[in-house]
């Protein structure tokens, strides 16, 4: 008894197999095109952010202790001129997750800094 149970297992599992391959093979990964307008988004979204187009929530604290370290090495990595103008530190606590991304995102590719 237990070796036709076990067989049986073994051979629902060597049928399954290829199925479950071929299941996850349906969704391939995002095109050129969709990976450029997805970081499009994010870089006018970081833009926004950045120049305060962006209408933003009231500080939580807790945020802002973990969001403060982020938003001082950015405004560390922009040239003097806009270091100047930019003040990214006060702007802890009042991003999202995505958002703090996206001004990541929006510096890096602007300033060309890594």
Do not use: N, W
Not at 58 to 83: F, G, H, I, Y
């Amino acid at each position: 008894m237990k070796q036709l149970i076990y067989c049986a297992l073994l051979t629902l599992t060597i049928s399954v197999g290829p199925l479950a391959l071929r299941a996850s093979e349906s969704y391939p990964p995002p095109s050129k095109q969709q990976q450029a307008d997805l970081g499009a988004a994010k870089f006018e979204l970081g833009q926004k952010i950045f120049i305060g187009k962006l209408k933003l929530p009231e500080a939580d604290a807790k945020l802002a202790e973990t969001q403060a370290p982020k938003l001082k090495r950015l405004q560390e990595m922009l040239p003097k001129e806009s270091q100047e103008k930019a003040k990214l530190p006060s702007l802890a606590g009042r991003l999202s997750e995505k958002q703090l991304a996206a001004l990541e995102h929006f510096v890096q590719k602007r300033y060309c800094s890594k």
